[in-house]
């Protein structure tokens, strides 16, 4: 269970990398940080041992930094183009969903709260600027990947049905997928999952030419 509930969460690697290639700081940071959490607290919590703190507290990291990559997602998804007005946005988000998980971590509503709250700026962008023109192959990609998600998100909610907590697991592991073409939906980019690897050596090897010639 330590094995398959952590490092299921690692199939966002590509994720992580897409938002290197286009660097998107904020993004990747939270990115790496929820992913740590996540992993560090399923490893813990299987094992029923400690590193560094208690299971319970590397839950509430986790429940930080998710909270927070659903709120970047709905951010990416608006219409608007500005970088400067992305990143206001991400770090209200952070806060405000620091302060909601430190009041109470386990009370749905302040799990809830911060979604809605973006989802509803998300509705207000569309209305006033236009929904922008999504690219379908990745959306039906993404759709796909999270109506199974939910469906195994669903399923391990109950933790005694769930052996070894394989449903959970699969839910990690899609999501993780997921959330690539989820980020190029709304994007003037079309790096497929399995090339990610060869883009990232691209953008790299890029990068040294600059720098040599400078």
């Known amino acids: 269970m330590a094995i398959i509930t952590g490092f299921s969460n690692f199939t966002c690697i590509p994720t992580i990398l897409l938002n290197i290639i286009w660097r998107r700081n904020f993004e990747f940071y939270i990115s790496v940080f929820t992913m740590i959490a996540s992993f560090m607290y399923h490893f813990t919590e299987s094992l029923n041992i400690e590193i560094y703190m208690e299971p319970g507290k590397w839950h509430i990291l986790d429940n930080i930094g998710s909270i927070c990559c659903i709120n970047m997602l709905l951010i990416s998804f608006m219409n608007s183009k500005s970088e400067e007005k992305r990143m206001k ?126």
């Open 89 to 214: 946005l991400n770090i209200i988000s952070l806060l405000f969903i620091i302060v909601l998980q430190t009041e109470n971590p386990w009370d749905l509503f302040n799990t809830i709260l911060p979604i809605v709250c973006f989802g509803c700026l998300l509705i207000y962008d569309y209305l006033t600027n236009g929904v922008p023109n999504f690219n379908l192959k990745d959306l039906a990609r993404a759709l796909s990947l999270l109506v199974v998600a939910l469906a195994m998100f669903v399923k391990g909610l109950d933790e005694h049905s769930d052996y070894l907590r394989i449903a959970h697991s699969f839910w990690h592991f899609l999501m993780g997928i997921g959330s690539f073409y989820l980020y190029q939906m709304n994007e003037n980019s079309n790096i497929e999952f399995s090339n990610i690897l060869q883009e990232y050596n691209a953008f790299i090897k890029s990068n040294d030419e600059k720098k040599s010639k400078i």
